[in-house]
Protein backbone atom coordinates (compact mmCIF):
# COMPACT_ATOMS: atom_id res chain seq x y z
CA UNK A 1 0.00 0.00 0.00
CA UNK A 2 1.28 3.24 -0.18
CA UNK A 3 2.05 5.99 2.28
CA UNK A 4 2.19 9.58 1.75
CA UNK A 5 5.91 10.67 1.14
CA UNK A 6 5.81 13.80 3.41
CA UNK A 7 3.11 14.99 5.59
CA UNK A 8 0.15 16.74 4.93
CA UNK A 9 -0.32 20.45 6.10
CA UNK A 10 -2.88 21.33 9.14
CA UNK A 11 -4.61 23.66 6.30
CA UNK A 12 -5.00 20.87 4.00
CA UNK A 13 -6.79 18.21 6.47
CA UNK A 14 -8.79 20.91 7.86
CA UNK A 15 -10.09 21.81 4.62
CA UNK A 16 -10.75 18.18 3.96
CA UNK A 17 -12.55 17.51 7.62
CA UNK A 18 -14.41 21.19 7.07
CA UNK A 19 -17.66 18.76 5.48
CA UNK A 20 -17.90 16.04 7.87
CA UNK A 21 -20.14 18.02 10.22
CA UNK A 22 -23.10 16.48 12.27
CA UNK A 23 -26.66 17.08 10.65
CA UNK A 24 -29.25 18.50 11.74
CA UNK A 25 -31.86 16.33 13.45
CA UNK A 26 -35.18 16.23 11.92
CA UNK A 27 -38.28 17.06 14.28
CA UNK A 28 -41.75 16.26 13.50
CA UNK A 29 -45.21 17.59 14.84
CA UNK A 30 -47.39 14.28 15.79
CA UNK A 31 -50.80 14.35 14.57
CA UNK A 32 -52.33 13.10 17.45
CA UNK A 33 -51.05 14.78 20.22
CA UNK A 34 -49.44 17.76 18.40
CA UNK A 35 -45.99 17.15 20.48
CA UNK A 36 -42.77 17.62 18.51
CA UNK A 37 -40.47 14.88 18.37
CA UNK A 38 -37.68 13.38 16.88
CA UNK A 39 -38.52 11.08 13.82
CA UNK A 40 -38.77 7.16 14.08
CA UNK A 41 -38.24 7.54 17.71
CA UNK A 42 -40.88 6.88 20.90
CA UNK A 43 -41.62 9.98 22.85
CA UNK A 44 -43.42 10.31 25.67
CA UNK A 45 -46.29 12.79 26.68
CA UNK A 46 -47.13 12.79 30.43
CA UNK A 47 -46.99 9.28 31.39
CA UNK A 48 -48.08 8.07 27.94
CA UNK A 49 -45.66 6.30 25.56
CA UNK A 50 -46.45 7.21 21.68
CA UNK A 51 -45.05 5.65 18.61
CA UNK A 52 -45.89 6.71 15.04
CA UNK A 53 -49.27 8.42 16.81
CA UNK A 54 -50.06 5.42 18.45
CA UNK A 55 -50.60 4.70 21.94
CA UNK A 56 -47.36 2.14 22.85
CA UNK A 57 -47.75 2.26 26.93
CA UNK A 58 -49.41 3.51 29.44
CA UNK A 59 -48.42 4.29 32.94
CA UNK A 60 -51.97 5.42 34.55
CA UNK A 61 -53.25 3.19 36.72
CA UNK A 62 -56.26 1.30 35.90
CA UNK A 63 -58.36 0.83 38.99
Known amino acids: MP ?3 RR ?3 TR ?3 RRTHQK ?3 PTVTT ?3 TGEAHL ?3 AYQVGDD ?3 NGKLVSS ?3 AE
Open 3 to 5: NPK
Open 8 to 10: HSK
Open 13 to 15: TMK
Open 22 to 24: AGV
Open 30 to 32: CPT
Open 39 to 41: RHR
Open 49 to 51: LYY
Open 59 to 61: NTA
